[in-house]
């Protein structure tokens, strides 16, 4: 079996990320060949979409969300991701499993809701939400009707680990925002989930976006599990790599791009929880164990920004009415080439995302 290095990973993730050149391409096109993007901040995306497309413009986003075209949902990992219309009604059914996994999933019947009928819960909240999108507290409040004696947070977040909501603009618009306010993604959308959704092609559209990976990457990435049994059925439709530094076997698209190791990578600024940091179980290709504790260290990830395609720092954003800040935490020394790349990159992101609010700076933290 042919053998793969670490860092020939590292450019074919980037290649499919497209992170090793900004794409002239559709931002709808764009997500569906991400497999999504995770929202659960909301303008999460929109740092992924600047960093990858070339010429982007936010207000497409906001303008796909406002036609129902794109729609924010907890998919992969349990976790909100911005998808297509098309892929929220093909991804939540396979990902319904990993929401009964939680602590609102379907044990929550056993405890703090021992005694209700999760389908007679849902049917109420479905006809709650169909009279208009509600908040959680809105729900909780209502449900109360139906099932008195419950706690009404309890209530409100069983239904929404329980059924597919949507969170509804203005909530994830570009420069605005609004409560989180839901309602169920066949109501939004006029049409049903899907009843056949296919986990082979789940896969097959994961190792076009992140390949070449093994069984416990797609796992990690997707929260599935049992997705052994997918690969072997796909196997004589996939070509198999090893990783050199591990031995792991690996898998990917017979076709799809697998960069010469020593392309040229660009500095790039991704935003907290990017598709790169959260792909894969292995996260060799992308970041060194020193790098990825610093990045995770006190209350879950922060923005990343990668140098020679590897992640070599955070970065933050701070604006005030007085004007905006970037601060680029490198976790390591950098050399005078990339400290300037880097600032330069910086102040692009700085002019997305703080265009009026007044004089702009980029720092370097120690």
Wanted: charged share 25%.
């Amino acid at each position: 079996m042919e053998k793969i290095t670490v860092r020939a990973l590292n450019r074919a993730l980037l290649a499919r990320q497209l992170l090793l050149a900004r794409e002239r391409r559709g931002v709808l096109d764009t997500v569906e060949h991400l497999v999504g993007l995770q929202s659960q901040v909301p303008g999460a995306p929109y740092t992924g979409l600047w960093a990858r497309l070339d010429g982007f413009d936010p207000e497409d986003v906001s303008r796909l969300m406002t036609d129902r075209a794109l729609v924010r949902m907890s998919t992969l990992r349990g976790t909100v991701h911005l998808h297509s219309a098309a892929d929220a009604l093909a991804l939540r059914p396979l990902c319904q499993q990993v929401n009964d996994r939680g602590p609102f999933g379907r044990s929550v019947y056993r405890r703090a809701l021992a005694g209700v009928d999760p389908a007679a819960l849902a049917t109420a909240a479905r006809r709650l939400l169909t009279e208009r999108p509600l908040t959680n507290t809105e729900l909780g409040a209502a449900l109360l009707a139906d099932f008195p004696g419950y706690a009404p947070s309890d209530l409100a977040w069983a239904v929404r680990d329980g059924l597919p909501l949507v969170q509804v603009p203005p909530r994830g618009l570009w420069g605005r925002g609004g409560r989180t306010t839901s309602t169920t993604v066949e109501h939004w959308l006029g049409r049903p989930l899907d009843p056949e959704p296919s986990p082979d092609r789940l896969v097959l559209r994961y190792l076009a976006a992140f390949g070449p990976a093994g069984v416990r990457d797609a796992q990690a990435w997707s929260g599935l599990t049992r997705l052994a049994e997918v690969f072997e059925r796909l196997r004589p439709r996939l070509r198999g790599f090893a990783d050199a530094a591990t031995g792991r076997e690996l898998f990917d698209l017979p076709d799809a791009p697998r960069p010469d190791q020593d392309t040229p990578a660009p500095v790039r600024l991704l935003p907290v929880y990017d598709n790169v940091m959260l792909g894969h179980d292995d996260r060799s290709r992308i970041a060194d164990p020193d790098a990825l504790r610093a990045l995770t260290a006190g209350n879950g990830y922060q923005p990343a920004f990668l140098v020679d395609g590897r992640i070599r720092g955070s970065w933050a954003l701070r604006t005030t009415g007085a004007g905006a800040v970037l601060a680029l935490r490198p976790f390591a020394a950098l050399a005078e080439a990339d400290r300037a790349a880097l600032e330069a990159t910086a102040g692009e992101l700085l002019a997305l995302h703080a265009p009026a609010a007044g004089p702009a700076l980029v720092v370097f933290d120690r």
